[in-house]
């Protein structure tokens, strides 16, 4: 059974840095896409990144594109999301997800429905 778990939320100032972890175990990380999603309170799960396995056409929504990058450790089963100039309005739970081989986009955003398997997400609280 696939698992994941993030890491390295936290509270950080506007402006400031943060690299999120997602552990992956149970099967081949190279047999997923992994995606992330955050939701922040009221608001509906956001798409933001996504990765497939030996594709280099990363998936980034226009809310963060330029500010974050996503990246895949094989070796170590995780992936990624590294996230710069972060701004009051990137605060979040932030999630991963796996979905098996590759990412869906339509109409420009990620879609969340053929993801199978979530982490219980970490929070990122971006203060002024």
């Known amino acids: 059974q696939l698992q994941l778990v993030e890491s390295g939320g936290g509270l950080v100032q506007a402006g400031g840095s943060l690299r999120l972890s997602c552990k992956v175990s149970?099967?081949?990380?190279?047999?997923?896409?992994i995606g992330w999603f955050r939701q922040a309170p009221g608001q509906a799960r956001e798409g933001i990144s996504c990765?497939?396995?030996?594709?280099?056409?990363?998936y980034y929504a226009d809310s963060v594109k330029g500010r974050f990058t996503l990246s895949r450790d094989i070796a170590k089963s995780a992936v990624y999301l590294q996230m710069e100039h972060l701004e009051p309005e990137d605060t979040a739970i932030y999630y991963c997800a796996a979905v098996p081989l590759k990412c869906t986009v339509n109409d420009g955003q990620l879609v969340r429905s053929v993801f199978g398997s979530w982490g219980r997400g970490t929070q990122v609280t971006v203060s002024s």
């Open positions: 990765a497939s396995n030996g594709d280099t056409n990363t």
């Open positions: 149970g099967l081949p990380l190279n047999y997923y896409a």
